[in-house]
């Protein structure tokens, strides 16, 4: 339904996306999946002020811990809805979809290179799942665990869609980045 103010669709209900803003979410923006072959694409809902944050390309993630972008990333905001082909157990327990692989001979190596379990100096044993996911993140097998949640965030700023005009590209890494700390933090070689 649609009424006078330009662009405004009122939908009862619906929150703004904003991170914390209780307004109604009534002015369309961009979402994390653009139109493309695979069909129309997704939208984002804000309050009037947030679609214009939002348009000026605001980084509400700045300054934010892991946790509370995690928090803020939460299904009723909308980011829970991208593949799951690169959770670290992907390859591994299914078929790596080859299609998110410039190059299939990366996906095999990937694969393979994720079965063997690794240790660090101080003897503590990543799983390779872990292993993967450090890959994933970009990080040593000597990392500690400020290592990691600094890692994190500078990944989560990088790639997050409001930097990067929705593309799908870096949507997907992010997702990956996000899955490979939610595995690493709990890791016991982090422990
Ligand atoms: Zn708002």
Redesign the pocket.
Known sequence: MRNRFHGRVEAPGRA?E?PG?P?PGEFRAPGPRGSSFDGPGDYRW??L??VREFNAGYDWFMGMSPEEIMAAQNPIHGWDRQTRAFSPTAGIDAAPRWADYSDPLEAISQRARARRPAQRADGKVFTPDERKALEVIGLELEADRRALRKRYTELVHALHPDRNGGDRSSEKRLQAVVEAYQLLRKAAAFV
């Open positions: 703004c904003r803003c307004e804000f309050c002020e947030h």
